[in-house]
Antibody, heavy 123, light 107 residues
Framework: QVQVVQSGAEVKKPGASVKVSCKAS????????ISWVRQAPGQGLEWMGW????????NYAQKFQGRVTMTTDTSRSTAYMEMRSLRSDDTAVYYC????????????????WGQGTLVIVSS | DIQMTQSPSSLSASVGDRVTITCQAS??????LNWYQQKPGQAPKLLIY???NLETGVPSRFSGSGSGTDFTLTISSLQPEDVATYYC?????????FGGGTKVEIK
């Protein structure tokens, strides 16, 4: 069955970087994308961007452009999200999710989610 | 960017009640709308895709409708296990965007 498993919780100091991993199994990694969504404590869902498992094309929400990099390692069916220059308001649970695509490669919905990775940014 | 507005932000209903949640897009998004359920302490789960299609395994008491700018998620008979926050999400345009969520509780 489809599974998406994320790396464990992280505690970082302001200004540091964090890299979260997302290992997929149970499907052909290159026929879907991976999206990243974060949720600050007590808040709603915020879309960060997505990466194609087929050709590594990315699209980032403007808010995260230049500070977030999404990559994949297809040999390991794993996606990564790196965020730099962390601030206290980056404290959140970060989710990766498998992205269903149309035949034209357009993102549609997120049909399998990881368990979430808590990132705490604190001095 | 497309803004998604959900209402109400929270509701309390009795077991067996019919519950309706609405989602309004800031522009026409056709039927490019999904609904997710997030139970406390869990990751979101896809319930409805393309405005009205039930995801595999989701109970038939959940249904979605609408197109253009106005959408509805309905729970025909609320069950205790439906306590959760529900989010709509559009995919008509990047950046993708979610509504603010509707928290459903049992009265």
């Amino acid at each position: 069955q489809v599974q998406v498993v994320q790396s464990g919780a992280e505690v970082k100091k302001p200004g540091a970087s964090v890299k979260v991993s997302c290992k997929a199994s149970g499907y052909t990694f290159t026929t879907y994308g991976i999206s990243w969504v974060r949720q600050a404590p007590g808040q709603g869902l915020e879309w960060m961007g997505w990466i194609s498992g087929y050709n590594d094309n990315t699209n980032y929400a403007q808010k995260f452009q230049g500070r977030v990099t999404m990559t994949t390692d297809t040999s390991r069916s794993t996606a990564y999200m790196e965020m730099r220059s962390l601030r206290s308001d980056d404290t959140a649970v970060y989710y990766c999710a498998r992205v269903r695509l149309t035949i034209y490669g357009v993102v549609t919905n997120f049909d399998s989610w990881g368990q979430g990775t808590l990132v705490i940014v604190s001095s | 960017d497309i803004q998604m507005t959900q209402s109400p932000s929270s509701l309390s209903a009795s077991v067996g009640d019919r519950v309706t949640i609405t989602c309004q897009a800031s522009q026409d998004i056709s039927d490019y709308l999904n609904w997710y359920q997030q139970k406390p302490g869990q990751a979101p789960k896809l319930l409805i895709y393309d405005a009205s299609n039930l995801e595999t395994g989701v109970p038939s008491r959940f249904s979605g409708s609408g197109s253009g700018t106005d959408f509805t998620l309905t729970i025909s008979s609320l069950q205790p296990e439906d306590v959760a926050t529900y989010y709509c999400q559009q995919y008509d345009n990047l950046p993708l965007s979610f509504g603010g969520g509707t928290k459903v509780e049992i009265k």
